[in-house]
Structures are given as structure tokens and as C-alpha cells.
């Protein structure tokens, strides 16, 4: 496995543009990290039981073992309810309210980051071609030492770039599809609160 040193002689190549483009997939993975996490012990599926029973026993499964924020999102009703129908269903509304956002938060950031990658990548190739055109213009072909600078400027950004936005794409859509399904499956917890602790009153 190459060390640190290695990493840095072989991006060096690649110029200025290798700072953007390595703040950007840190920042991109790091947000990418953080919807992991939040999605971490997710389980979307859910019996369409009326029993009480059966829905005190996936709130308390979903309370202890399941994600975080569906976690918070139970035991923030439990703290506040009422023990009124009309107010604990609102209680439920807005909490549902207040997390929603968070299931989305940064999905599109990921997205336009892994989308600008390339970009710089592309940047890269045309500083790196016009570099290579510059020494050819001054020594002609006899500078291949020079050439291969500009070259290789072009290759590493390019490659860069790209090995940022692929994963990056692909996490993307993974996250959005997980973020879809994880708000079905909010929904169908605030029913289960609402069954279980508003229509009984």
C-alpha cells in the first residue's frame, strides 16, 4: 500500500488544480459519511397490523434498534404527548415537520460536488495541453521532458476528477433512494404513533 509521500509525488504532477479537487472529495465524503450514519440500522418494512400489540412492539424494536433520527423522532412524541387526540396528532405533524429536512440535507451537495469533479479534471486537461503547446511553440518537439510535464498534468487532473465523480455519482442516487425510502418509513411510524397513542383516546 503506498504511504502518504507517495500519494503526494504522484498528485504533484497534476498542479494547483489537484487543491480544489482534493477539498472537494473530502467535503463530498464527509458528507456522504454523515447520510451513512444517519441511515445506519434502517429497516423500511413494516406490518400493516391495527393490533396494538403488534405496533407497541415495532415502535419499541424501531426505539431501540432502529436509526437514529426515527429513534429521536419516538421518543421526542413520548416525551411531549398530551394525552389529547387532536394535540398529539399534532405534536406528530410537526416533529415530522422538523426532521423531514434533515433526511435530504446535502444529497444535493453530493450530487453537484460529483458533478464538478470532472470539471475540474477537465480544466486540468486544457492547462495541461496549453503547458505542452507552450513548450513546443518555444523548443519544438526536442523538449520532451517539457512536453511530458504538460501531459501528464492533463492525465492526473482528468484522472482525478474522475475518480471522484463515479463513486461520487453512484453514491448519489444510493443515498437518494435510501433518503426516499427512509421517509416512507417516518411516514408509516407516524401512523403507528397515531394508531397506537391517538386513536384509542
Known amino acids: 500500500m503506498p504511504d502518504i509521500a507517495e500519494i503526494i509525488n504522484y498528485l ?9 479537487l482534493i477539498t472537494l472529495s473530502f467535503l463530498m465524503w464527509l458528507m456522504i459519511l454523515d447520510k451513512i450514519v444517519l441511515f445506519r440500522n434502517f429497516n423500511c418494512k413494516f406490518e400493516n397490523s391495527s393490533d ?11 426505539r431501540h434498534d432502529g436509526s437514529i433520527l426515527i429513534s429521536d423522532f419516538i421518543n421526542a412524541f413520548l ?3 398530551t394525552g389529547f387526540k387532536d394535540f398529539d396528532k399534532a405534536i406528530i405533524k ?3 415537520l422538523l426532521l423531514k429536512p434533515a433526511i435530504y440535507k446535502n444529497l444535493d451537495v453530493i450530487s453537484i460536488l460529483s458533478a464538478v469533479a470532472p470539471l475540474f479534471g477537465l480544466l486540468g486537461t486544457v492547462t495541461g495541453m496549453i503547458h ?11 523538449n520532451s521532458s517539457g512536453m ?12 482525478g476528477g474522475l475518480f471522484i465523480a463515479i463513486p461520487g455519482i453512484f453514491m448519489s442516487y ?3 433512494k435510501k433518503a426516499e425510502a427512509f421517509e416512507n418509513s417516518l411516514n408509516q411510524t407516524s401512523v403507528k404513533l397515531q394508531r397506537m397513542y391517538c386513536e384509542k383516546i
Do not use: H, W
Request: aromatic share 6%; glycine share 12%.
Open 12 to 20: 504533484k504532477p497534476g498542479g494547483i488544480l489537484m487543491i480544489p
Open 52 to 62: 396494538s400489540e403488534e405496533i407497541e412492539k415495532d415502535l419499541n424494536k424501531l
Open 79 to 81: 416525551k411531549e404527548r
Open 94 to 96: 410537526r416533529n415530522m
Open 132 to 142: 505542452t503547446f507552450d513548450v513546443i511553440n518555444i523548443f519544438g518537439n526536442g
Open 148 to 159: 511530458a510535464i504538460g501531459i501528464k498534468e492533463a492525465l492526473i487532473t482528468t484522472q
Open 174 to 176: 444510493y443515498l437518494g
